[in-house]
């Protein structure tokens, strides 16, 4: 097996040498770094905002927020104001205490953010929603968590079925001129009247954080419960992965309804005291740039989807922007195409590193660093402190280059520490010590990890294992397709035949010769076994908002089968 390698890049990253820290860290360490290692009072939105407002950060920007309508500056002083406002509105107008679940279900503002971190404050459970769910998703989530309040918008509370759950006493609606009654309560005009001083509600460092709900491959969404201990990891995470620093302009994508957006949208770096740019609004190639290129953005973290979408829109545009304040480019969500670092070079002059967590494991665990090697394709090493391994269904570590379970031994500072109601479900993730991702990926002898699919997406076809990734990746570099989604599909003589779902590039017209182009591309790009068999062109793939392709839905497309729960499914 060849394998493409590019060495790492000299710079003075806060990670500096991978192999020594891995060895010598210890968690325990971080825990100085917090004020709550002298005071003993924890609360992770105090070490978000209030320390650095109390510490000679005042001044300095934490929050940049962009959108169509609005553009808008707020210092570390300012978000300490406003998510204490936002404290004292949930705690008078709605009463709430500390354990309290607190949705809010709103688009990209700067209120969502006051929202949230006023919530913590109290020692609410803060369950953030997409934007995009319908009313049968919002009810499930509302209902599974016994939620008390939801933050909303006009727009939006027509889809939050309010008669329906018993336990859900107010409903704080974001917008212009509201008219309070019933339950409805005008938030504008309470956060005017609120003082911006607030009694914060210390609590314990196993005390729950975030509810995020997340889909698993069969039934309902369940509810992955944080607690405020996860700020261990995601500050240090932050430093070593992102490599943030003191004068960055950070970027996260991400939509707080995803992990993502609250692990490194709010967390990793505002505990850093870092200045976060926040942008609203839909995916628009031009106005991603502009941003980046009006903000003086140096580090950006983004989804495989966006950068593929970003190739798609042609390096023309690119041109027409100055990117040169970018200095570190991350990418997480789905596997990462080669052809997409190599693309990512060629335009931005950087490499995109790829890294590997999941909503349950709170932070980043796997990882490609600045001072380290980049093998395109593999997701990285584990971050010190981690321990990860291949295992087998009985919990047994596997040999370098043997495909299995993706595993981490458990105990990682912010492992999800429940699964909502639902203690079954949570057992059902461990095997002994190992925490068990429902991933499967092998390690190759140099300890790099090379992520193969979901356990459950895996074909087998003619005998031979196929990754779908891998043939997605192939597919994604033939110049007509610009999105890929592979299938095994049951045949009675090979088992599975590998199906491709391909969306084209623009420009491009679907045909009988193009398939057979596509099929042969890939025989002799990749191998014969991985040739897709059948190919089905698609307007557009069912993704998820998180930019994942959807392989259960195209495979009950293809099946004629219920598509289960597609709440998390992109418009
Ligand atoms: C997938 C996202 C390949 C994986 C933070 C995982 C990845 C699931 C990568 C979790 C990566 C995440 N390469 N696959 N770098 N990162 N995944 O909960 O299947 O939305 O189990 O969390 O995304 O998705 P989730």
Redesign the pocket.
Known sequence: MKVETLSAVKGDYNLKNYEETYATFDWKDVEKEFSWYETGRVNIAYEAIDRHALGGKADKIALYYRDADRQETYTFRQMMEFTNKAGNVLRNAANVVKGDRVFVFMPRSPELYFVVLGALKLGAIVGPLFEAFMEGAVRDRLEDSGAKVIVTTPQLLERVPVKELPLLETVIVVGDNVKEEGQIIDFKKRMAEASSELDIEWVDREDGSLL?Y?SGSTGKPKG?LHVHNAMIQQYQTAKWVLDLKDDDIYWCTADPG???GT?YGIFGPWLNGVTNVIVGGRFKPETWYQTIQDLKVTVWYSA?TAFRMLMGAGDEIIKKYDLSSLRHIL??????NPEVIRWGHKVFGLRIH????????GA?L?SNYPCMDIRPGS?GKPIPGVKAAIVDDQGNELPPLRMGN?AIKKGWPSMMRQIWRNPEKYESYFIGDWYV???SAYMDEDGYFW?Q??VDDVIMTSGERVGP?EVESKLVEHPAVAEAGVIGKPDPVRGEIIKAFIALRAGYQPSEELKEEIRQFVKTGLAAHAAPREIEFRDKLPK?R?G?IMRRVLKAWELDLPTGDLSTMED
Request: glycine share 8%.
């Open positions: 995020h997340t992955v995803w992990v993502t692990s495989p990418s997480v969500g789905e596997p990462l790829d890294n590997w967590w999941m909503t349950e494991t980043q796997i997701m993706l991702s429902g991933d992520f699919g979901r990734f998820t998180s994942k």
